[in-house]
């Protein structure tokens, strides 16, 4: 069960996009619609952003998005703000009622 | 609204065992709709499921960490338990606690979380 591959790091100007990859195995982001994305600010408490690939959550911003093709899960963030910088964590179902998360994007916002 | 908090030694020495608790509030520990998991993140690292329990006592864990981990639950005082044997400077840690929500036919994503407690192995 090894760790899904995110980018270590993105950047964006504010009112860009981007995107943050996530990258499994057929045994979990290929298999299942169980992932999830968690934005994460440094002493504070994860906050789910997307679940089940491409839900968003009540409350959280249209500007989030989510996708999934294949074992590669992505989340977009459109209209960046300054707000979004964080680091963002995906994270997927891998089966036997067992989860893997990836090592984390930190977004920084120019 | 569900609230989580971590609560245990922000210290434990090399080879002891690690002991925190998760108490829940705002909803029952004992509902269907959710099982109880604990994920921790090493300074500089990403975040790590290390196992999850649902009220009835069922438990599924990382199988990096089975031998060491034993999470318990009590469903009278709403709270549940991570036990992490044989520490070493490697398991410090933000732990955190997190409810994992039924939906859309399965156990589905972590959706809400505790504040984390940082737990440092060292003599």
């Known amino acids: 069960q090894s760790a899904l591959t995110q980018p270590a790091s993105v950047s964006g100007s504010p009112g860009q996009s981007i995107t943050i990859s996530c990258s499994g195995t057929s045994s979990d982001v290929g298999s299942y619609n169980l992932v999830s994305w968690y934005q994460h600010h440094p002493g504070k408490a994860p906050k789910l952003m997307i679940y089940?690939?491409?839900k968003r959550p009540s409350g959280v911003s249209n500007r989030f998005s989510g996708s999934k093709s294949g074992n590669t899960a992505s989340v977009t963030i459109s209209g960046l703000q300054a707000e979004d910088e964080a680091d963002y964590y995906c994270?997927?179902?891998?089966?036997?009622?067992?989860?893997?998360f990836g090592g984390g994007t930190k977004l920084t916002v120019l | 609204q569900l609230q989580l908090q971590e609560s245990g030694p922000g210290l434990v020495k090399p080879s002891e065992t690690l002991s925190l608790t998760c108490t829940v509030s705002g909803g029952s520990i004992s509902s269907s709709s959710y099982f109880w998991g604990w994920i921790r993140q090493p300074p500089g690292k990403g975040l790590e499921w290390i196992g999850s329990?649902?009220?009835?006592?069922?438990?599924y864990y990382n199988a990096s960490l089975k031998s060491r981990v034993t999470i318990s639950v009590d469903t009278s005082k709403n709270q549940f338990s991570l036990r992490l044997s044989s520490v070493t400077a490697a398991d410090t840690a933000v732990y955190y606690c997190?409810?994992?929500?039924?939906?859309?036919?399965?156990?589905?994503?972590?959706?809400?979380w505790g504040q984390g407690t940082l737990v440092t192995v060292s003599s």
């Open positions: 997190a409810s994992l929500l039924y939906s859309s036919g399965s156990y589905s994503y972590f959706d809400c």
């Open positions: 994270c997927s179902y891998a089966g036997s009622s067992t989860w893997v």
């Open positions: 089940e690939v491409n």
């Open positions: 329990i649902f009220y009835s006592g069922t438990t």
